[in-house]
């Protein structure tokens, strides 16, 4: 069975830092290119952050440009979000989600359709707020 579990959100003040993770089980999530996405109440689902593949392009959204990073352990089958300077505006519910590996030229178009990704974690809560 394919799943992939988030961890690491909660409540941290503004300014603050979180790591999120996602790790795979039943798949070698190093294999497959890789999205986060987030969705805040009231709010479609947006693409936060994506990779191609496993040495592909990444596309950071304008909103969180030189604020988050991203990293993956292929050892521990886990991807993580590095999230620094949080703002208000980042609460959401935080999705992982990975698919087939595809060109690099289409990792924005891939991140702007969230459909576009084909396994997903259950989500998880980051809040940003004093």
């Known amino acids: 069975q394919l799943q992939l579990v988030e961890s690491g959100g909660g409540l941290v003040e503004p300014g603050g830092s979180l790591r999120l993770s996602c790790t795979a089980s039943?798949?070698?999530?190093?294999?497959?290119?890789v999205g986060w996405f987030r969705q805040a109440p009231g709010k479609e689902r947006e693409g936060v952050l994506c990779i191609s593949g496993s040495e592909g392009s990444t596309y950071y959204a304008d909103s969180v440009k030189g604020r988050f990073t991203f990293s993956r352990d292929n050892a521990k089958n886990t991807v993580y979000l590095q999230m620094n300077s949080l703002r208000p505006s980042d609460t959401a519910v935080y999705y992982c989600?990975?698919?087939?590996?595809?060109?690099?030229?289409?990792?924005?178009?891939?991140?702007?359709?969230?459909?576009?990704?084909?396994?997903w974690g259950q989500g998880i809560q980051v809040t940003v707020s004093s």
């Open positions: 039943g798949f070698t999530l190093g294999h497959y290119a």
């Open positions: 989600a990975a698919t087939s590996q595809y060109p690099s030229s289409y990792v924005q178009a891939m991140c702007a359709h969230a459909p576009s990704h084909e396994y």
